[in-house]
């Protein structure tokens, strides 16, 4: 069946995803402890200071915290607060985590289209940054990560949706 | 319609309740005054906005229209900025009075081209060496841990050039770095010394003009434009007067910094003539070099280059 | 107002906290007609700002540590050091986040790093797990009085350049931080020592044999400090690179020489430890962007006017200072709130003859207990995401830490000598 030939594409694209987001997020760390550790090495033993490894640090930081925060929305494993839902009724959780859902794909989906408009305002002014490289490189994670922050909130919503019209039918 | 105020917030890096600020806030209300409040100005101190490139980036999607830049922070967008601040170009106050006095206008020329109109420029001293052991030559440099900013285009050049290392670390930690001996030499201004209270950890000053320290005020171009041009007098006649206050006090203060860093115990020292003259042609290299780079226009430098040598003829 | 309200209850209703401030931000420069990519202006700040970079790198390496056996190792070796002294490790963990926090300021990084490793130490030598999760938690902003912490120098620069008529020396603010720092150290040692006294965690006699043998297991991990510390004394590196000095260490001694967490699961606690991170740093990436729209409508400046309009005598500006701080606190980083209300505050400080040295000491420790201010509270939230407890459970257990330190606080307030005896 179609639908689930798509499923199968999503799983599996989905596996992709998370093997590429895991990989950078190992590689931008050991990068990270490598060039804040080699800066201080090469200036102690061989009077070599690096003028674009802190710009190069700066920005593992923003690529870190933006990768990190796409791996966070995987399983919703966001910081929330949480306090009244453990008062609400049982029948009322599902509709409310639904809109939970969907609110925060719609104001990730925001986050991404301004950081989209912002990384193409900086690649038509032709910033420059770390050394002499162009910086919307740098920043293309902001549009990358919260547009895939708000995919991952949609799909959280549609599977929650699926799930309760499963439990639904099995228990009629 | 004809009776809407136009608001212009303008961004700097000057803590509230310094000079600079006090200033600005007289000025401020002085065009609001006089344009019948046509013309607000709002001011964001400490850099609350960010640093230069943000508050760039908010002036163009117009969330600022103005802001008061170093000469490193505006040169992306106009390059030429950065020729009074090249190493060494100037040996002494009166070389600069002379140059500004003909090329001022010509660089906020080049400023509006790049879309800013500028109010001209704000001194803020000429940068010095601070050390631990006196540096009265090259020489004395040499195996020292001197500190450059992070992304200092010029300063790396120049060290580089010079042989030396430099040390590259945010200024919040210049101040432990050079208690614990991470750093042994800074520069800065005598201002910017006893600001960043890096006096309390040195022990000597080296009277070289290193770099020519200024700052600029501009205001988007395409809010200038918008104003009548009654009002466009009136903010340009009293933001220059300011900034020019600004630059005849700057020097001054520069002075007193200076004689009160003696007072607290440092010990100024000169290198002498044959050793200046090496550093200075080691900086021309450099400058050069930067030339080569595409860092401004070359004609700009033979323009500044050719007043000075007519400076020093007389 | 009708936004803030439902914002307000969609947080409550479990929605990200990330999402909640943005959506504010979104909103709040909406109504303000200003272009919404300033958003992701602000975002991009958190790579323009330098000190960011030590939360992953002690993030990391406090993961890897409470991954291995050192906490255990190091449990052993207070118990056998002080285990004779009621509340001993609660004591020595207040004194080392204190230390920890003074070099790193106080960003939560202390509860990431250092929680992960006392908190299993604490539950296991038989404190209450309330008491330690609120311990912890508190621990995260202690010792942001002592010297080098950053905010001191921050404030030290920012009043310098006001022409107050009085310098405002850094090295005068760290003297002015012992006492107030000590004194919150001590009450919370106390508070320590009282709440335990009916779980009787049994006493230890002191022996030497076993202070030699924990010692010797702890061989590797003990000289962490040192080594970090003689770095930045001996002029090695900056406090700025601490972060990455003490990551590689701990890698190369738990990984390579102790073997306690094999290769294979590395890249597992590299990955973990950086959600975490993921975590805080979204939210202080669109803070900057709500603090920037607060910053930007003239918020600060408006409530201090209100305040300031009720400002009577030297009495009242204590106290209403004390609450516009308290409230500032939960609404901006500490950075934004020395910049842009030290300027505002210092001068009528000044008129009412308060010292500008035990203004910073007071505007310090205000901002540090803004931290476990409920309901919005940075650390409370950090803490809660740490160690997997819902926020009602964090609120409840910090109360108590939070009310002594707001004790201190006025003690530190009121009497301006307990800041100034140590200055000429
Ligand atoms: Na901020
Ligand atoms: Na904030």
Known sequence: ?????????????????????????????????????????LRNFFSIGLVWADGLLQISVLWLGLLGAMAASRDDNHI????????????????????????????????????FQFVQSEYTFGTTG????????????????????????????FVLLRGTRREEKDNQ | GESQAVLVKLATVAPEGSLWMEGMRRGAEEIRKRTEGRVQIKLFGGGVMGNENSVLRKIRIGQLQGGAFTAGGLSNVCPDLRLYGLPMVFHSFDEVDHVRARMDKVLVGEMEKAGFVSFGFGEGGFALLMSNEPVRSLKDMKGKKVWIPTDDRISEVAMKHLGLSPVVLPITDVLTGLQT??????????????????HVKTRYITDAPLAYIFATLVIDKRVFDKLEPGDQNILQEVMTRIYQEFDRQNRADNQAALEALVKQGLQVVKPDDEELALWRRKAEEVNLGLEQEGAFAPARYRELQGHLADFREK | MIPAIILFLLALLGVPLFV???????????????????????????????????????????????????????????????????????IVSLGVCAAFTAFTGASGVTIIALGAILYPAMEEAGYPQKFNLGLVTTSGSLGLLFAPSLPLI??????????????????????????????????????????????????????????????????????????????????????????????????VVEVVILREIPLRRLPGVMRKSMVLVGGILVILAVSLAS?????????????????????TSR??????????????????DIFSALVLVVPLILPVAVGYGIHPVHLGIIFLANMQIGYLTPPVGLNLFISGYRFKKPISEVYWSTLPFFLILLCSVLVITYWPALSLVLLD
């Open chain 3, 20 to 90: 909640i401030i943005a959506a504010a931000a979104l909103w709040g420069f909406h109504g303000s007609g200003i272009d919404l990519s300033v958003v992701a202006i602000e975002i991009y700040r958190i790579a323009e700002t330098p000190v960011l970079l030590a939360i992953p790198l002690f993030t990391f390496a406090g993961y890897l540590l409470s991954e291995s056996q050192a906490p255990q190792r190091l449990m052993r070796l207070t118990q056998s050091l002080i285990g004779w002294l009621p509340g001993g490790l609660a």
């Open chain 1, 1 to 41: 069946m179609a639908s689930e030939s798509t499923q199968g594409l999503l799983s599996r694209l989905r596996r992709i995803g998370v093997m590429i987001e895991d990989t950078l997020l190992i590689l931008f760390l050991s990068l990270m402890i490598l060039l804040a550790c080699g800066q201080i090495v």
């Open chain 3, 291 to 311: 603090a920037n729209y607060m910053i930007d409508a003239g918020i600060p400046n408006r409530l201090f006017e209100i305040i300031n309009a009720h400002v």
């Open chain 3, 154 to 251: 921050l404030y030290g620069i920012v009043a310098q350049q006001m022409n107050l008529g009085q310098p405002v020396a850094i090295e005068d603010l760290f003297l002015a931080g012992i006492f107030p720092g000590l004194l919150m150290l001590a009450l919370l040692s106390l508070w320590s020592i009282w709440s335990n006294r009916t779980h009787r965690i049994p006493l230890r006699q002191f022996n030497w044999r076993e202070v030699g043998s924990s010692i010797r297991t702890a061989a590797w991990e003990l000289p962490l400090p040192i080594f970090v510390l003689g770095g930045i004394y001996g002029g090695f590196f900056a406090v700025s690179e601490a972060a990455a000095m003490t990551a590689l260490y701990v890698l």
């Open chain 1, 80 to 115: 929330n607060i949480d306090v009244l839902t453990r008062f609400c009724p049982e029948g009322l959780r599902v509709p409310i985590r639904l809109l939970s859902y969907l609110f925060t794909a719609v104001v990730c989906g925001i986050l991404a289209w301004q950081s």
């Open chain 2, 181 to 198: 001996g991470l750093l042994d030499i800074v520069a800065t201004s005598p201002i910017g010394a006893i600001s960043f209270q890096w």
């Open chain 1, 130 to 157: 770390v050394g002499k490289y162009p910086i919307w490189i740098f920043q293309s994670i902001l549009p990358i990560a919260f547009g895939l922050i708000s995919y991952r909130y949609v799909l959280n919503f």
């Open chain 3, 315 to 332: 009495l009242t500006f204590l106290i209403l200072l004390n609450i516009f701080l308290l409230l500032l606190g939960a609404l901006l």
